[in-house]
């Protein structure tokens, strides 16, 4: 079955670090360009990062820059998203998504894992 | 960074209607223009690609048009299960950000 499953969210204080996963299976991961997008409680979808497919080509949000890091192992399938120094505003559930050269969009999506910042 | 602007934020409709959504990009963005749907507690799906495409799968009730700067989104013929927010998206060029949202809610 093609899919994304997304890991390592959790309960974490302003400050801390969290690294979350996204293991890919069903297609040739290696191929596709990946993101991670957010989506605070009741807000809309917000684009975190992207990553080309062989991991040298990386891009961030404003927002993000300087405290997140994306990173892939194509040997293992799967997409990483590094946090560090987070805040409450980087409470939100986190997907990561496949990018789609054809259509420019992003085509497949994980259920999300659940990030809370809080003390 | 390119804004994407959705209108209505929300929009109520009967089964049946039919209805259209809105996104303005703040600057040219081709048709580098995607929209999705998302029921709660669910992720995204992906609907119309390049402005116009049904991605496969979509019933072709959904369709999309527009270029440059101007975009909508049209469902025919409103089903139960069409209620859910939708997101516009550019992908013109990173952050690849997308619109605030338009709720589509049961009147």
């Known amino acids: 079955e093609v899919q994304l499953v997304e890991s390592g969210g959790g309960l974490v204080q302003p400050g801390g670090s969290l690294r979350l996963s996204c293991a890919a299976s069903g297609f040739t991961f290696s191929s596709y360009w990946m993101h991670w997008v957010r989506q605070a409680p009741g807000k809309g979808l917000v684009w975190v990062s992207h990553?080309?497919?062989?991991?040298?080509?990386?891009n961030y949000a404003d927002s993000v820059k300087g405290r997140f890091t994306i990173s892939r192992d194509n040997a293992k399938n799967t997409l990483y998203l590094q946090m560090n120094s987070l805040r409450a505003e980087d409470t939100a559930v986190y997907y990561c998504a496949r990018h789609w050269d054809y259509g420019e969009s992003f085509d497949l999506w994980g259920r999300g894992t659940l990030v809370t910042v809080s003390s | 960074d390119i804004q994407m602007t959705q209108s209505p934020s929300s929009l109520s409709a009967s089964v049946g209607d039919r209805v259209t959504i809105t996104c303005r990009a703040s600057?040219?963005?081709?048709?580098?223009l995607n929209w999705y749907q998302q029921k709660p507690g669910k992720a995204p799906k992906l609907l119309i690609y390049a402005a116009s495409n049904l991605q496969s799968g979509v019933p072709s009730r959904f369709s999309g048009s527009g270029s440059g700067t101007d975009f909508t989104l049209t469902i025919s013929s409103l089903q139960p299960e069409d209620f859910a927010p939708y997101y516009c998206q550019q992908t013109y060029t990173s952050p690849y950000t997308f619109g605030q949202g338009t709720k589509l809610e049961i009147k």
């Open positions: 600057q040219s963005i081709s048709s580098y």
């Open positions: 990553i080309n497919s062989d991991g040298r080509s990386t």
